[in-house]
Nanobody, 118 residues
Framework: QVQLVESGGGLVQAGGSLRLSCLAS????????MNWYRQGPGKQRELVAG???????NYVDFVKSRFTISRDNAKNTVYLEMNSLKPEDTAVYYC????????????WGKGTLVTVSS
């Protein structure tokens, strides 16, 4: 059974930092790309950052230079370091393991809530 379990969310003041973790079980993240998405109040879920199996990273413009995605294959864990947080970063953050073949499927965690106060 595949599980992605996010942790590290919470309440932080604007300008603060948080580090989210996504612990995977049932899959081996080293052979997969992994993503972080978020869904703010009244908004659609949106991609925040991604990391390929080779370690290349990509970010959406509104988090570039503030967020850093990384992975620890030995711990089967993906991280999202978030700095200079803004109230508009308030959202539920989800870990995603996209499918890697026709036989596979997308996997999602249940999310962790990040609330940034002004």
């Amino acid at each position: 059974q595949v599980q992605l379990v996010e942790s590290g969310g919470g309440l932080v003041q604007a300008g603060g930092s948080l580090r989210l973790s996504c612990l995977a079980s049932g899959i081996i993240i080293s052979i997969r790309g992994m993503n972080w998405y978020r869904q703010g109040p009244g908004k659609q879920r949106e991609l925040v950052a991604g990391i390929t199996s080779a370690g290349s990273t990509n970010y959406v413009d509104f988090v570039k230079s503030r967020f850093t995605i990384s992975r620890d294959n030995a711990k089967n864990t993906v991280y999202l370091e978030m700095n200079s947080l803004k109230p508009e970063d308030t959202a539920v953050y989800y870990c995603n393991a996209p499918r890697i073949g026709a036989w596979d499927m997308d996997y999602w965690g249940k999310g962790t809530l990040v609330t940034v106060s002004s």
